[in-house]
C-alpha cells in the first residue's frame, strides 16, 4: 500500500514521520512524495501535535535522494511536475506552523539532504552522511538544495558540496553548520525527542511566529525584518497565551498554553 511508504505516528505532542522505503534506502518517489504531502496535511490539522520529527526506516539511510529509478525515465514535462511536487512538499515542511526537526540516522543525499534543509534544524547520527550528488549524474539539484544549503552554510561551502558532489561524514556536516549536533545512532531519536520536548513545552502560537519570522525575515532587509518582528510581536500580546506565560512567571508556576 503506497500509504506505508511514509508512516507517521502521534505520541501527544510529537508526531514522527518516518519515510518506509528502506530496501531503496528511502528514496522519494512521485508517490512517497504525495503521500508525505498528505500527512502533512493530517499533522497541520492536530492541535495536540506541538512538533514534528522526520526521519529515515533502518539503519542505513535517511533518504539517499530522489528516486533515480524513477527520473531515469521522466519526459520534460514529468521531471518539472516531479521537481515542482518535492519543492512544495519541502515548503509545507518549511512552512508548517509547527516546528520540524531531521533526525538523519544515515545517508542524507540530493533530495534527502533538501528535506532535512527544509526542517527547521537537524540532528544527525555518527554514521550519516551528506551530499549533493546531482551533478555526479548530470543533474541540479531539483528540491531545493542550491537555494537552502548557501543560506544555512554560506555559499562558499554550499558551492563546494555541490559542485564536488562529494559526501560528507556527520562530523564534516556539523563544522558546517548542516546539522546542529551528532550523536550515536541509538541515541538519536532520545536525543531529538528531547528537544522536540523541550520545544513543545513553549506557546505553540510563539513557536509558529518565531519560526517564520526567521525564515521570512533571513530573506529581506534587517529593517523590514525588524519591522514584521515588531508587528508580529504587538499581535503576540493579544495573545491570551502571552498572558499566561507571563502571569505564570510571575506567580512562580509553569505556564498553561492553549494555542490561543
Ligand atoms: N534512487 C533509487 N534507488 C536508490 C537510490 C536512489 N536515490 N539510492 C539507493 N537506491 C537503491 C539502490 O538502487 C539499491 O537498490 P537494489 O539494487 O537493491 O534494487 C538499494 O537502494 C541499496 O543501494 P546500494 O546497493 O547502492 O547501497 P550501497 O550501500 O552500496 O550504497 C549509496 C549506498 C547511498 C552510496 C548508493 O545507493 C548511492 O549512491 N545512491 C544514490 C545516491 C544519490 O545519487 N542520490 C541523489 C539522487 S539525485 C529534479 C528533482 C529532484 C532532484 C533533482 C532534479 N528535477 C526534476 C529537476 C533530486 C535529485 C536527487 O536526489
Redesign the pocket.
Known amino acids: 500500500m503506497s500509504e506505508d511508504l511514509v508512516l507517521w505516528e502521534k505520541i501527544p505532542p510529537l508526531a514522527t514521520i518516518t519515510i518506509n522505503r528502506p530496501?531503496?534506502?528511502n528514496?522519494l518517489n512521485t508517490k512517497v512524495l504525495s503521500v508525505l504531502d498528505q500527512s502533512l496535511d493530517e499533522i497541520s490539522r492536530e492541535d495536540e501535535i506541538r512538533v514534528v520529527i522526520i526521519t529515515g526506516s533502518g539503519e542505513?539511510?535517511f533518504v539517499?535522494?530522489?528516486?533515480?529509478?524513477e527520473?531515469s525515465n521522466?519526459t520534460s514535462l514529468e521531471?518539472?511536475n516531479?521537481?515542482r511536487l518535492?519543492q512544495l512538499v519541502l515548503r509545507k515542511v518549511q512552512e508548517l506552523k509547527k516546528p520540524v526537526i531531521a533526525a538523519v540516522n544515515g545517508?542524507a543525499?540530493?533530495?534527502?539532504l533538501?528535506l532535512a534543509l527544509s526542517c527547521d534544524f537537524a540532528y544527525a547520527s555518527e554514521n550519516a552522511k551528506f551530499g549533493l550528488?546531482?551533478v555526479?549524474?548530470g543533474?541540479?539539484?531539483?528540491?531545493g538544495g542550491t537555494q537552502r544549503l548557501p543560506r544555512l552554510i554560506g555559499k562558499g561551502r554550499a558551492k563546494e558540496l555541490i559542485l564536488t558532489g562529494k559526501m560528507v561524514s556527520a562530523k564534516e556536516a556539523f563544522e558546517m553548520g548542516i546539522v546542529n549536533k551528532v550523536v550515536p545512532l541509538d541515541k538519536l531519536m532520545e536525543s531529538v525527542k528531547d528537544v522536540a520536548i523541550q520545544i513543545s513545552k513553549n506557546g505553540p502560537i510563539a513557536l509558529s511566529i518565531a519560526k517564520s519570522l526567521v525564515d521570512v525575515g533571513y530573506d529581506i532587509p534587517l529593517d523590514d525584518g525588524c519591522i514584521l518582528e515588531s508587528r508580529s510581536f504587538g499581535m503576540c500580546c493579544a495573545m491570551e497565551d502571552t498572558k499566561e506565560g507571563m502571569k505564570a512567571f510571575l506567580e512562580k508556576r509553569k505556564p498553561v498554553f492553549k494555542g490561543r
Open positions: 530496501k531503496a534506502l528514496a542505513k539511510a539517499a535522494g530522489a528516486d533515480i529509478a527520473m521522466m521531471g518539472a516531479f521537481s518535492g545517508y543525499l540530493g533530495g534527502g533538501e550528488p546531482e555526479t549524474l543533474i541540479i539539484p531539483g528540491f
